[in-house]
C-alpha cells in the first residue's frame, strides 16, 4: 500500500457564529505497514485527522491521499466504496448494529462490497476464530448485548477487518475497556496487524498503547508537534 | 440479512411504536374499507334494481325520455313486434340477451267507484311473463328488493298497483294493505255530479264514466276490487276501462308507491290505441352482464344509424333512466375520496412521526453504516423498506380486519331505511370479493407509508458521518 499522505490539511468547525479550527496545515506521511498512534490532549485534532484520512470527513483546505488515492477527488458515493474496499474502522463504544448477531455484524462490510454468501460464511467464520469468539463456544450467534466490552470490541475488530482493508482506523479503542482487557484487545490488534499485513492507525490516551506502537504522531491545538517513527526518528 | 431483514428486525426492536402506528392505519384501512364495501353493495343493489325495472337499455323515439312521458300517442313505436324479433335474431345481440320485451307508458285516473275515490296514476302496460324474466336478474348477488311479478298467470283485466295507491282508492282493507288508519278528514268523493268545488264533467266523459261503471258498480260489493282507469286515447278522446286489482305492491320509493300501477300490455294499449295499431313507449333489453353493455350498445347504434334510421329512434340505458344512480355513485365516490385522503394523511404522519423517531434514535448506526462504506441511497432505502413493511402489515391486517368486521355486520341482521323509501333495507357490506377496491386501498397504503418514510430517511442519508458518529 502507498503511504498516508496529508498535504496542508485545515479542518475548521463552526460554533455559532465563530469557526473553531481544529486542524491547520497539517504534512504529514503514515508509513502504510505500521501500528501509528496519534497522540495529544483532548481537543489536539487526533479524531478529526482519523476522520479525515478515514474519509467521514473533508478537509477545508489541502489534501489526503490514502492507498494512492486523493480523497478530496471523489464524490459521495466513490468515496463510500473507497471506504468500504480499503478502510476498516474501529470505534471507541464498539458501534455495533444491535438486531444483528455477531457474526452479521462481521457480515456487514462483505455484503457492502458483495461478496458471495458462501465466501462470506467461510470469512466470518475465520475472523470470529482470529479474534477468539469461538473457543470455548461459538459467540457468533449472540448480539451485542449478549457480550462483554471486550468481546464486542473483538468483534469490531473482526468487522474492520472483514473486507480485507490496506488500513484499519481505531479512535481511542481502549478506551472503554478495564486495563487488562484492554491489552488484550491491544495484543489482539498488534498480532493481526503483523499476521494480515494492514496498516492499524489510532488515536489515543493510552500508555499501553503507545508504548506498543511503531510510530507516535503527537498534536496540540491542530498542529503536528512531533513524530516518532520506530527507528527513533524525531520530526518536527 | 438484508435490507428487508434488517429493516423488519429494527420494526420489531420497539414493538409498542410499530404497533401504534399499524393500529392507525388498520383502523384507517378497515374503516375505508368497510364504508367502501357498503357503498359498493348500496350501488350493485341499485344497479339491480334499476336493471329489474328498466333492463340495461331501452330503445325508445327519439327525445321520449325528455318531453314524452305520459305522451303515448306522439312517442310510440310501430310495428315494434318486428323490430324485437330482429333484435331476438341479431348474432351479436342475441348471446347477450337475457331478455327483450316491450313497454308502454301512459298516465291516467283510477278510480275506484265503490269508495267513491280516485288519483292519478302513471301506469305502464307490459308482458308479465318478460317482466318476471327481467326481475329474476340478480349478476351480483345482491339482496332483491323487486317484488315477485303478481300480474303473471292473471286474466287480461288485471292490474297491480301501489301499496299507495290503494290507500288513495281505500283499497287496503281488501287487500291487505298495512299500515292503512283511516284519514283524519273526509276525501272528496268522485261523482259526475257538479258541486261548489268540482266542476260538472263535460257529457262525454261523464257518459263513458257511467257506461264503465255500470258493470263495475254491479261488481263492487263489499271486498270488491274493482277500480276504473281513465285514459286519453291517440286521438285525444277519454277512454275508460275496468280493471281488477290483483295486488297492492310496494314499489319502494313513496311518490313511486304512491301512483304507480302495472297492467297487461294489451290492456294498456287498448286504453291508448282503441282500435288503432298498437304501439310501445319503449323496448327493454335486458343483458346478461352490466359489462356487456358497450358492445350492445355499440351494435343496436349501428342498427340504428343503419336501417332503423326511418324510426327515428334513440338508445337510452338505465343510468340515464335512473339519474340517481348516477348521482349515489358520485356522492358515495365522494364521501370514499374525502375519507381515504384524511385517512391518508393521517397515515402520513402517523409513519412519518415513527421514521423520524427512528432516524433520531440510531443516529449513531446510520453513521456507523455509512463509515462502514453504506451509500446515501442504502440509508434511504433501509428506511423507506422499514416504512413499505410497516404499510403491508397494516394493509394486510386492516383488509382481514375489515373483512372480519364485514362478515359480522353481514350477520347482524342490522337494516336501515334510506332516505325516500319506504321500507328498511338489510345493512350489507360488500368486502370480499371487492376486488379493485381492496387492491386500490392496499396499494395507497403502501405508497403513503412508503412516501411517509421517505423525507426521514433523505434526512437519515443526508447526515453528516461525524455528526452522526458524534450523536449520543
Known sequence: MDPILLRQVSRTYPLDSVGVPALRG??????????TVLCGPSGSGKTTLLNLIGGLDRPDAGEVEVAGQRLNRLGDDALADFRARHLGFVFQHFNLLPVLTAAENVEVPLRLIGTPAARRRERVRELLAAVGLTDPVDLGDRRPGQ???????????????????????????TANLDSETGAAILALMRRLQREQGVAFLFSSHDPQLLAAADDRVFLRDGRVTAVERSAGEVAA | MNTVDLALRNLLRNR??????????????????LFGGYAGNTMSAMETGYVQLHGHLQLQRRDHFLYGSGNPAAYGIADYPRLIEQIRRDPVLAPLLTVVTPKLQLGGIAGHFSAAHSTNVASVGVVAEEQAVLR??????????????SLRGTPADSVVIGTGVARKLQLCRELGVQPCPAPARAVTAVTAAPTASSPALPADIAALSAQEARPAAAASTPGSTRIEMLAATVQGAPNVVGLNVVKAENFGLKEFDDSFTVLHLAQAQRLVYGAAEPQVTAIQLQLHHTAQMPAARARLQQLLDGEWTPRDLALVDFQTLAPVYGQTLEFFDSVFGFMATLIGVIVLFTVGNTMSMAVLERTTEIGTLRAL??????????????????????TALGTLAALGLAALINRSGLSWTPPGYVYAYPLQVRVWGAGSMLAGSAAGLIAVAGLSAWWPARRAARLQIVDALRHA
Open chain 1, 147 to 173: 457480550l462483554s466490552g471486550g468481546q464486542r470490541q473483538r468483534v469490531a475488530i473482526a468487522r474492520a477487518l472483514a473486507a480485507g482493508p490496506a488500513l484499519v482506523l481505531a479512535d481511542e479503542p
Open chain 2, 16 to 33: 409498542r411504536r410499530s404497533l401504534a402506528t399499524l393500529l392507525a392505519m388498520v383502523i384507517g384501512l378497515s374503516a375505508t374499507l
Open chain 1, 26 to 35: 497539517i504534512d504529514l506521511t503514515i508509513r502504510p505497514d505500521g501500528f
Open chain 2, 136 to 149: 329474476d336478474w340478480d349478476d351480483y348477488g345482491a339482496a332483491s328488493y323487486a317484488p315477485p311479478m
Open chain 2, 373 to 394: 462504506g453504506l451509500r446515501q441511497r442504502g440509508i434511504r432505502r433501509l428506511f423507506v423498506t422499514e416504512g413499505l413493511l410497516l404499510g403491508l402489515a397494516g
